[in-house]
């Protein structure tokens, strides 16, 4: 791909104190241009020469303080590559690889636990990160609250999903619901505007994942624990074949325009191929 398509995020796992993965998420400033206030994965666009794995780093280490690739983690963590994960479309004409990464220690008497993010994450850009929380990572493969995880309310409010018309063919949108009053949740110094622009959060019990993020955690929890489901959802992994027939018929070529958005159009022209 074009360097002006490329992006990567880093699905950021680690063991809590029962041995339980989870996966770091992060929620986006209000104040961001694009999918502001939304849950994300930390990531963004690559910069030339970089790998998947190298871009998923730097833009984690800018956003929520992780140290880049070179550096060491506080002892006695370390974090391991694991695998990357197929490339996904993105309606802003990116494609997007995401890195699966794990943190844990070189010391089996040190475990982590849901306060990672005062462990290991120092630093939160408020500019562009308004929160960072965890997610009981196997529970993406799940319509309600695992029994372990206790959340706020009835069990079922942790996922809703609905079938919509993406890439000319029925897409699964899945919604969940992540409680985080069990939990500490880490948020940047804010200056008067930041803290204006975060107030929504406050006052939640559970903060929602949804749309490209959600089906990258569903995949990754798919493949991670050879399992389908309890949900209706789509089958394939990423989108690669949509990518491949786009690039056919002249899109995401090296010119990217900041209006840059598919259109069911070009969607369809493709899907005819």
């Known amino acids: 791909m074009p360097l002006s398509r490329r992006a990567a995020v880093l699905i950021l796992l680690f063991a809590d104190s029962k041995g339980d993965l989870r996966v770091v998420v992060t929620m986006r400033a209000a104040t961001l241009s694009s999918y502001s206030g939304q849950a994300a994965l930390p990531g963004g ?3 030339d020469g970089e790998t998947a794995f190298e871009t998923a780093r730097r833009e984690a280490s800018e956003e929520i303080g992780l140290s880049p690739i070179g550096a060491n983690l506080p002892p006695p963590f370390r974090i391991e590559h694991l695998c990357e994960m197929p490339t996904n479309l993105a309606k802003t004409e990116l494609v997007v690889r ?11 008497e040190t475990g982590l636990d849901a306060s990672v993010a005062d462990k290991l994450l120092p630093v939160l850009d408020a500019r562009e990160v308004a929160a960072v929380f965890s997610a009981p990572f196997k529970n993406f493969l799940y319509a309600e609250d695992l029994p372990s995880e206790g959340g706020p309310g009835n069990p079922r409010n942790w996922y809703k999903g609905m079938w919509t018309d993406w890439h000319q063919s029925r897409w699964r949108m899945h919604n969940f619901f992540v409680p985080v009053t069990n939990q500490i949740v880490a948020k940047p110094k804010k200056t008067e505007g930041q803290k204006q622009a975060a107030d929504h959060l406050e006052a939640l019990e559970r903060y929602r994942v949804f749309g ?11 493949y991670a624990y050879e399992q389908e489901p ?3 959802h789509n089958s394939h992994f990423g989108d690669e ?17 900041p ?14 191929l």
């Open 241 to 257: 074949d949509m990518i491949g027939r786009l690039r056919r018929i002249g899109r995401l070529g090296d010119l990217r325009k």
């Open 259 to 272: 209006t840059d958005e598919l259109t069911k159009e070009d969607l369809a022209k493709a899907a005819s």
């Open 98 to 108: 995401p890195c699966v990464a794990f943190i844990h220690s070189h010391d089996p």
């Open 45 to 47: 666009k690559s910069e």
């Open 230 to 232: 309890t949900f209706e």
């Open 212 to 222: 490209m993020t959600a089906r990258i955690l569903v995949d990754a929890a798919r």
